[in-house]
């Protein structure tokens, strides 16, 4: 009788990964306030605009450093649907305050490791979605592209990326600053958004 071969053991990076921001990614998700009882339309709106202001600076440079062989950011730029939610929710965003305190990409493994948190921030945001719609009547139309950016694809961008991820040969020094920019790039985005005054 054949038995159903087990899914394959998490790559060493990703293993790394999961461990190292584990702490930090949790910190975070508690201090949003996407289910707050405060959560109304002007404080999604104050959300969305420090979300902006840390994606768009931080994409701009990922545009304009080296990225490893066989990764296509211009499909996973995030900024594009910021703009349209915020376009559409009246917000001018030439007037938004943009970070400049962000996570280096002074190293290919650095680059991997920001756009790892970048790529998992996009696993709830059907969630999200959902619950924004339930609360304040936002869909992908009219303020919440950016929650939805993949839309059905979504589990499958996350298994490429983490397939491209796993793929990447990495010595023992390199998988290290992978992590350390991860956990940058959680530590910049949450003193980011502590400075912005959205968080919790």
Excluded at 128 to 152: M, P, S
Excluded at 154 to 178: C, I, N, Y
Aim: include cysteine; glycine fraction near 6%.
């Amino acid at each position: 009788m054949p038995h159903d071969s087990p899914p394959p053991p998490p790559s060493s990076v990703l293993s790394a990964l999961r461990a190292g921001t584990q702490t930090l990614h949790v910190a975070l998700e508690k201090r949003l306030p996407f289910f707050s009882e405060r959560l109304d339309l002007e404080c999604y709106k104050q959300l969305l605009a420090a979300y902006y202001g840390f994606y768009q600076p931080l994409e701009s440079n990922l545009r304009a450093c080296t990225l490893p062989d066989g990764f296509e950011l211009s499909t996973r730029l995030k900024t594009p649907a910021l703009r349209q939610d915020l376009r559409a929710l009246n917000v001018h965003i030439p007037s938004l305050p943009v970070c400049d305190t962000l996570p280096p990409l002074d190293h290919p493994a650095s680059v991997l490791g920001v756009l790892y948190v970048l790529e998992g921030a996009t696993l709830g945001g059907n969630v999200l979605r959902k619950h924004l719609f339930e609360q304040l009547g936002l869909d992908t139309d009219n303020g919440c592209a950016f929650l939805y950016v993949y839309g059905q694809a979504t589990g499958m961008q996350w298994k490429a990326f983490l397939d491209f991820l796993g793929s990447v040969p990495l010595d023992a020094p390199s998988r290290a600053l992978v992590v350390h920019a991860a956990c940058s790039t959680f530590s910049c985005f949450e003193q980011w958004l502590e400075r912005q005054e959205v968080l919790l």
